[in-house]
């Protein structure tokens, strides 16, 4: 039982360690690296606290060296989803009972062990995994992780405190229930921290959770778990599987404590999930929640007051850090006749610098796409643009996939603002940019709006104020995250909430205390002190 209400420790973003040479943290990741190359990781799932395995067994990869062997995974099928759903029911009276400081010290300890002692292992398994740079892994599977874990506690407290007035005589509370029945968490394989951060945001407001990640992204997910299970997670609270993605839905789109979807992923997986569930909404005890954030076409508009090395710099590491594949990557650009030639050389000098390779060498900017199936279509684009009339290649173009699964990073110059890369998400390296005149620059902007049908993130290079107000206005519903003289990626948690509309998403704004308030179920209690004895009111008297 509680005895007060705790007060955790303020939450502040945790530092990025910059991995330079000679640094402990280089030397602590170049041996947890070469420890997940020299073994073979026997991956399980997590059913109710208990390792599960297989007779089937799915062989891991480094993307950037498809032809090594990480380790294994255990896949499994519908029983194991039933199992799942069934731990997660089992173990719900329990966990929502605990009282919620308690349920948060577990993700307070998560992240001091992701912060020091796990720090290396998850960002090694997403290094290999998914074949992230040092950097590129150090912002994501640590820092922004340990954020989510930190920062959702204090949205949890802040959620908790928000109380209704009172009147004389009565006293009305508000509490936060967990929702009736368990969450089922889908998360995809470009980030660790949305990885755990979908299934623990809703288990921090007491619910249970089925979580099934992408299987390109297992490595680094056996990792969370290892360091939810040492934080003390009871079992049954988070049960992680390892199943097709329809043989899942099969399952858990059917049952009737089915309460809530938390998703990332593609548009096109989102709706058919979406329609799912309508289609059984009879068979469920409640509404489901269903939050997803899901694709980009994100822009970048540049006015001709910009500075051309800022926007230059914005492109290159907006479009082709982790190789494109962020939902918020820059993917297509509009730049202004009177600019573009120092952009384009400008662009082209970083170019030539960018290094493409393995993760273990720590040079190299540029790794390799998660796939073969990603590959293939990312290089169909390429081979498309360089035969259509409508484009010319100014940078990249290049491919290999008979070690990695390598692209180079690619820009696109296109004379049709119309152009299938300047509309359809790619995911991957590949910039389209197209040259207006600066008389035009009005129409780019309703050009902007209504190229694409998603709204994730966006950004403005200019340096009149003028010319900034009026874009921020007239595109604030081309993005749910939108940023001045920046690129359009980089949200931290805490600073930049994140998520989109339109085809991207809920926009329920993950890293803020919005997304948490998907996770409850609010219960209103009136308490009257001296109850009335009489129907009657006082208008109801004789003149």
Same mark, same amino acid.
């Given at each position: ?116 002692? !796990? ?21 994501? =599977? ?59 945001? $809703? ?20 990792? /969370?778990?290892? $360091? ?20 899942? #839905? ?14 990332? #992923? ?11 569930? #309508? ?48 939902? =918020? ?6 730049? *202004?006749?009177?600019?573009? *030639? ?9 170019? =030539? ?16 796409? /998660?796939?073969?199936? =990603? ?53 991957? *390296? ?23 049908? !998603? ?44 998520? #989109? ?43």
């Amino acid at each position: 039982m509680s005895f007060g209400f705790f007060n955790a420790l303020p939450p502040v973003n945790e530092p990025v360690k910059e991995y330079r040479p000679g640094s402990s943290e280089r030397e602590a990741l170049k041996k947890a690296l070469a420890e997940f190359r020299s073994q073979e990781t026997d991956i399980p799932m997590y059913i109710g606290g208990q390792e599960v395995r297989t007779e089937n067994k799915l062989r891991i990869s480094p993307p950037h060296d498809h032809q090594h062997t990480l380790g294994y995974f255990h896949e499994g099928d519908a029983s194991h989803v039933k199992q799942a759903i069934e731990a997660a029911l089992s173990a719900k009276e329990a966990w929502a009972n605990l009282a919620w400081e308690h349920r948060a010290s577990i993700f307070l300890k998560a992240a001091d062990l992701i912060a020091g002692p !796990y720090r290396a292992r998850i960002n090694a398994a997403t290094m290999l995994g998914q074949s992230k740079n040092a950097y590129q892994a150090e912002i994501d =599977s640590a820092c922004e992780l340990i954020d989510f874990l930190r920062f959702n506690v204090q949205f949890a407290s802040d959620i908790y405190k928000q109380q209704p007035n009172s009147s004389p005589g009565v006293w009305n509370r508000l509490e936060y229930r967990p929702l009736e029945g368990f969450v089922f968490a889908l998360t995809p394989f470009n980030f660790t921290a949305i990885a755990g951060n979908l299934p623990t945001s $809703a288990a921090l407001m007491g619910n249970t959770v089925v979580w099934k990640p992408a299987y390109t992204q297992v490595l680094s997910a056996n990792v /969370i778990m290892e $360091a939810l299970n040492e934080a003390g997670l009871p079992d049954g609270v988070i049960n992680l599987i390892y199943v097709d993605g329809p043989i899942a #839905g099969d399952v858990i789109f059917k049952h009737p404590d089915f309460a809530g979807i938390h998703f990332t #992923g593609s548009t096109k997986v989102f709706q058919t999930i979406w329609s799912e569930i #309508g289609a059984n909404i009879n068979a469920y005890k409640t509404y489901p929640r269903i939050v997803g954030e899901t694709g980009g076409k994100d822009f970048v508009m540049v006015h001709e007051s910009a500075d051309a090395d800022e926007v230059a710099t914005g492109l290159v590491r907006g479009a082709f850090e982790y190789q494109g594949q962020k939902c =918020s990557a820059a993917s297509r650009a509009y730049v *202004p006749s009177t600019l573009w *030639p120092a952009v384009e050389a400008r662009m082209k000098l970083f170019l =030539s610098q960018i290094k493409m390779g393995a993760v273990e060498d720590f040079t190299n900017f540029v790794n390799a796409v /998660i796939d073969e199936r =990603s590959f293939k279509k990312i290089t169909a684009y390429i081979d498309k643009a360089q035969k259509s009339e409508k484009v010319t290649v100014i940078a990249g173009g290049n491919y290999d996939g008979s070690k990695g699964y390598f692209v180079e990073p690619t820009v696109l110059l296109v004379n049709d603002p119309a152009y299938r890369t300047m509309c359809e998400e790619i995911f991957g *390296p590949v910039l389209s940019i197209y040259v207006y005149e600066p008389s035009a620059f009005e129409d780019m902007l309703h050009v902007v709006d209504t190229t694409s049908p !998603y709204a994730l993130t966006g950004s403005i290079f200019a340096k009149d104020r003028q010319v900034i107000e009026h874009v921020s206005k007239t595109l604030q519903n081309a993005a749910g995250n939108f940023y001045i003289n920046d690129k359009p990626t980089g949200a931290v948690v805490g600073q930049q909430p994140f998520g #989109g509309a339109r085809a991207s998403g809920t926009n329920d704004k993950a890293g803020s205390a919005l997304n948490l308030y998907r996770w409850v179920s609010a219960r209103t209690i009136k308490e009257t002190y001296v109850s009335s004895k009489s129907f009657e009111y006082p208008f109801l008297q004789a003149e």
